[in-house]
């Protein structure tokens, strides 16, 4: 019979044995959706600048961004994202003008961000199957491309890194009941802020992972116990918003907002189908993928009631995270960003569920559709990175070919280009940055304007610029038409 001392220490091995297993499993998991993140996305670290790119890479020094602390960073618009300005400092200070390092970058935060979303909900179900499939939808989801690939669109990577941290720690602190862990939460929240305005929906969510996980007692019991405990999120968004709205003078700037309920409902809609579909499946046939998730559903619906929790915590997750974007005009997939999380959780609860479901002939059937819907996800990222290498090509050849048309230029000379592309296909190319793609051609200040109109269309001023530039497109883009 073994004594007291002999089932102690039986007791500490085995909880370090447990222990042991448990961070073995969890490191395993995460080395898995950083490798997972660089076999999809590796060529994204060979895309060219497009765009606001070229007033970035090799442009923010530390000193310039700590002044974003008090200043908007946005182009145009007020946008109070100094944590992201700093990014760019750090990059500025590793890879000076080499782009691939800004684009290492923001594949490592997507990864991080990934790695976030899997130990967070390792934390908050138990389930490892569950938090893994969601890490690696979350990867491979084509709505996330261009905050990945885009340089200057890495204010939602950051913004998902310290959202994600903020809730991992939130639900520890709940677990453990520690207060170190939930302030460390809120300074988090804090970070997310900082880094992105998506981050205002972070107290909404917190506050339903409470309603919905750990309160206890009747709804209205739950309620107040849930705003009690989420007190803390709800007083930093609140102090934010009156902060920006001082700093900014309660001015939006430079957004084209529409708050007609048909705009917002378009906009919720796309989403939506860029979530669950992608884009251009079949033809934009949206309906015939759609076959997937209604059989998908049909045959795991009574085993999703065991995991409802889950499932309706994406669902929400989704439509919160939208809820800031929904009133732009116009729908863009950067948008999506933070509701993809939801939506990763979402479906990697449906194919959970139908795996373990009975019968477990159904088993074979959620595994293709598993492989099948990441297949196709994967081939959509590798058509959206193809746009993207043709779009930075474009952007490439414009400045040289200015600079070997006018290699001699002299200081405040005025540039005209006409029919330069905004966008190839939806990947951005010229809407902004062209000034500061073809100042870096030049020692001297330059002028740039950019027209889409036909030469016989341009406004006096620009006709008699000093020098007026046609595009072609091809090798050799543009073509000199000659002094104004």
């Known amino acids: 019979m073994k004594s007291t001392a002999d089932l102690a220490l039986d007791a500490r091995l085995s909880n370090f044995t447990g222990s042991r297993k448990r961070v073995l499993e969890l490191a395993a998991g995460i080395v898995a959706l950083i490798a997972l993140t660089f076999v999809v996305y590796y060529p994204a670290l060979r895309t060219g600048p497009v765009a606001d790119d070229f007033s970035l890479v090799g442009k923010v020094s530390f000193a310039e961004g700590i002044t974003y602390f008090g200043k908007s960073f946005g182009f145009g618009r007020n946008e109070y994202r100094p944590l992201t300005a700093l990014s760019y400092s750090v990059d500025r200070a590793l890879w000076q003008n080499n782009p691939e390092g800004y684009h290492l970058t923001n594949l490592l935060l997507h990864a991080a961000a990934a790695a976030l979303l899997f130990l967070f909900l390792q934390a908050l179900t138990g389930d490892f199957p569950l938090a893994l499939l969601a890490g690696s939808l979350f990867v491979i989801h084509p709505i996330n491309s261009s905050r990945i690939v885009w340089i200057s669109a890495r204010d939602g990577n950051i913004c998902a890194v310290f959202l994600l941290g903020s809730l991992c720690l939130f639900v520890l602190s709940r677990q453990r009941n520690r207060v170190a862990l939930h302030i460390i939460a809120v300074g988090l929240a804090a970070c997310a802020l900082m880094a992105y305005e998506g981050a205002v929906i972070l107290p909404a969510l917190v506050f339903l992972m409470e309603f919905v996980f750990f309160a206890k007692g009747a709804p209205l019991a739950r309620l107040g ?21 001082a700093i900014f003078s309660e001015k939006v700037g430079g957004y084209d907002l529409s708050f007609g309920l048909p705009a917002i409902l378009d906009n919720y809609a796309r989403l939506l ?14 309906w015939a993928f759609g076959l997937v998730y209604i059989v998908l559903l049909s045959l795991c619906y009574r085993k999703m009631l065991a995991y409802w929790r889950w499932a309706v915590f ?38 959970l569920a139908g795996f373990r479901s009975v019968p477990r002939l159904r088993r074979p059937v959620f595994a293709c559709i598993g492989i099948l819907l990441g297949a196709y996800f994967i081939q959509t990222d590798h058509q959206n990175l193809s746009r993207w290498k043709e779009a930075g090509r474009i952007a490439a050849r414009i400045p040289q070919a200015v600079r070997e048309l006018c290699p001699n230029l002299s200081d405040g000379v005025v540039l005209v280009l006409v029919g330069v592309p905004r966008t190839y296909g939806d990947v951005p190319v010229f809407p902004t940055g062209l000034t500061d793609a ?34 072609r497109g091809g090798e050799h883009p543009l073509q000199r038409i000659g002094p104004g």
């Open 225 to 245: 116990a849930s705003f009690r405990r989420t007190a803390a999120f709800w007083a930093l968004g609140v102090i934010y918003l009156c902060f920006w709205a």
């Open 438 to 471: 073809i100042q870096r051609e030049y020692p001297v200040s330059i002028s740039v304007q950019q027209y889409d109109a036909p030469l016989t269309n341009l406004p006096p001023d620009a006709r008699h610029g000093t020098v007026v530039l046609l595009y």
């Open 314 to 351: 994406g669902i929400l997750v989704v439509l919160l995270a939208f809820l800031p974007y929904c009133f732009t005009h116009g729908f863009a997939f950067r948008f999506g960003y933070i509701s993809a999380l939801g939506m990763s959780i979402f479906l990697a609860t449906c194919l």
């Open 273 to 286: 189908s860029n979530l669950f579909y992608g884009r251009n499946f079949f033809g934009r046939k949206e």
